[in-house]
Each structure stands twice: as structure tokens, then as C-alpha cells.
């Protein structure tokens, strides 16, 4: 069975870098047809996605956030990364990693549990 | 980018009913719509996928509905586990973007 796990950075400063890695076990992310992505998820607010990686480094950012996103592959440790720069209080959110079909704008069939980056002082 | 709304923003129901939850899309995006259940403190689950094409181990409870701009989702007897959030996504092009979900309670 298929399984991501976000790392946990918890709190970070406003003006600095919010840095996750996602390990996928039970498969691996150089299986084609999958893109890797990252979704966040504000605290009582709906979904929104931050961009996907293939597993031959291929990157794809939402407009939004694509001046200070930068997403990784690591196929040797079966592992991709987020990097977010300058943060504010608004990029508090739920993180979640996650496995998608097709494309990298493709439905999300697999799911890391997610965790919580505060953006706080 | 393509801008998703659902109806209602939340409804009450009893176990039992047939709950119709509704997506609109402002462009046209064919039959690349998905559907998603959440519960409180955890992550999505993707219930319904191009549609209708219901995902390997979802109830055959959940189907969905639609093509263009307007889509459903149908429970057809809501059972005490599906009281959740539901979320539709676009994954027509990019950026891929969610609607703003439907909060299913009990009445």
C-alpha cells in the first residue's frame, strides 16, 4: 500500500523559508504516469494547490505562488521537497503531500496525512 | 483559472437520505471534474474521478454526474460515516483549482 509522510517543520518565522520533504514507502516515485504534488490547506478553508514535480525533475507551479516555490525530487531516497519562501502569516496551512494520475493537475488518489505550518513570530 | 463553486455551502440530512451535492465550473472542462470526501483532521479521499468513474474501494453508494460546466454528486443513502466535507477539483488544465466544499451534518 502506497503511503506518503510529510515531514514536520511546525513554526516558522515571517520572512523565512518553510522547507517540507514527503517520503513515499510502498511504491516508487519513479513509477510513470504519476506526478508528485503539494496542496495546502488554510486552517476552516478549502484546498489549494502549490505544484507537482515528475520524477525526471520536471516542475509545475501554481501562477500564485510560483515566485517563492521550489519543488524536488530525491528518486535515490524515493523522496520529493518543498521550499517557500518569504512567508507570511497567510501561508499557515495544513500541508499535505500527495500522488497525482495522469497530470500534474490530475486527480490526487494518494494522500500524506498532512501537517500544520504556523507562520508566527 | 478556472473558478469552482458548489451548493449548497452545507446541508443537514438524516442516515438514509439521497443527498445531491452540485459543482459549477465557469468554463467548460469536459468530464474532468473529481470529487473528494474529508473528514475532520484528516486528509481528502478521492471518491469519483473523471465524473463518474467511481474509485477502486468507494461505495457504490457515491456516483457522480455531469459534463460542461455542471456536475453532481449523489449519496444515494447516507450512512453515518459519510457525514463530512465534499470538494469538487478541476483537473482540466492548469492550475488544477478546488471548489469551496459542502459541509454534509447531521439533522
Known amino acids: 500500500q502506497l503511503q506518503l509522510q510529510e515531514s514536520r517543520p511546525g513554526l516558522v518565522k515571517p520572512s523565512e523559508t518553510l522547507s517540507l520533504t514527503c517520503t513515499v514507502s510502498g511504491g516508487s516515485i519513479s513509477s510513470g504516469n504519476y506526478y508528485w504534488g503539494w496542496i495546502r490547506q488554510p486552517p476552516g478553508k478549502g484546498l489549494e494547490w502549490i505544484g507537482s514535480?515528475?520524477?525526471?525533475?520536471?516542475?509545475y507551479y501554481n501562477p500564485s505562488l510560483k515566485s517563492r516555490v521550489t519543488i524536488s525530487v530525491d528518486t535515490s531516497k524515493n523522496q520529493f521537497s518543498l521550499k517557500l519562501t518569504s512567508v507570511t502569516a497567510a501561508d499557515t496551512a495544513v500541508y499535505y503531500c500527495?500522488?497525482?494520475?495522469?497530470?500534474?493537475?490530475?486527480?490526487?488518489?494518494?494522500w500524506g496525512q498532512g501537517t500544520l505550518v504556523t507562520v508566527s513570530s | 483559472d478556472i473558478q469552482m463553486t458548489q451548493s449548497p455551502s452545507s446541508l443537514s440530512a438524516s442516515v438514509g437520505d439521497r443527498v445531491t451535492i452540485t459543482c459549477r465550473t465557469s468554463?467548460?472542462?469536459?468530464?474532468?471534474l473529481n470529487w473528494y470526501q474529508q473528514k475532520p483532521g484528516k486528509a481528502p479521499k478521492l471518491l469519483i474521478y473523471?465524473?463518474?468513474s467511481l474509485q477502486s474501494g468507494v461505495p457504490s453508494r457515491f456516483s457522480g454526474s455531469g459534463s460542461g460546466t455542471d456536475f453532481t454528486l449523489t449519496i444515494s443513502s447516507l450512512q453515518p460515516e459519510d457525514f463530512a466535507t465534499y470538494y469538487c477539483q478541476q483537473s482540466y488544465t492548469t492550475p488544477q483549482t478546488f471548489g469551496p466544499g459542502t459541509k454534509v451534518d447531521i439533522k
Open positions: 500527495a500522488r497525482q494520475r495522469g497530470s500534474y493537475y490530475g486527480e490526487v488518489d494518494y
Open positions: 514535480i515528475y520524477y525526471s525533475g520536471s516542475t
Open positions: 473523471a465524473a463518474s
Open positions: 468554463q467548460s472542462i469536459s468530464r474532468y
